[in-house]
């Protein structure tokens, strides 16, 4: 089955939505890769970051949703950095991110933090952790 780009598709809601978190305009990528051939983590995403922002193109807003690139993007910038047209998927990522987290959809349960974790973890990383990963 062959899916193409469509206006519909580059309009639809959930684009509108990812564009205005993110401040990205999902049509200016044009899939040249540098930002997943950059990415430190691409190789355990389900999707790299091109192939992410070509699916939300397309409008397979599900397949996205149901990946674990989003959680995986460790904001570092570096398809920022590469890419051609100035598109930064990391803050695509984010989008994502935060549109699943302000439904109270948790990506991580976490019932109790180790008082040893507590205690030697940097505080910065335990609030990272919280916001990239609890609503």
């Known amino acids: 089955m062959q899916i193409k780009l469509t206006k519909e598709n580059l309009h639809s809601e959930f684009v509108k939505l990812i564009e205005r978190i993110s401040g990205e305009e999902l049509a200016n990528c044009y899939q040249c890769g540098n930002c997943t051939g950059g990415c ?23 397949t996205v949703k149901n990946s674990n690139s989003m959680w995986l993007c460790v904001g570092c910038l570096q398809c920022y950095c590469r890419c051609p047209k100035g598109v930064s998927a990391a803050k695509i990522l984010e989008a994502l991110r935060q549109i699943t987290l302000r439904k109270g959809e948790d990506h991580e349960q ?8 507590m205690k030697n973890a940097p505080q910065q990383a335990i609030v990272c952790g919280f916001r990239k990963f609890v609503s």
């Not at 691409?42 to 397979?60: C, K």
């Not at 976490?110 to 040893?116: A, D, L, R």
């Open 40 to 62: 430190p983590v691409s190789y355990a995403m389900d999707f790299g970051p091109r192939e992410i922002i070509r699916l939300l193109q397309l409008g397979q807003e599900d």
């Open 110 to 117: 976490i019932k109790e933090i180790p008082f040893p974790f």
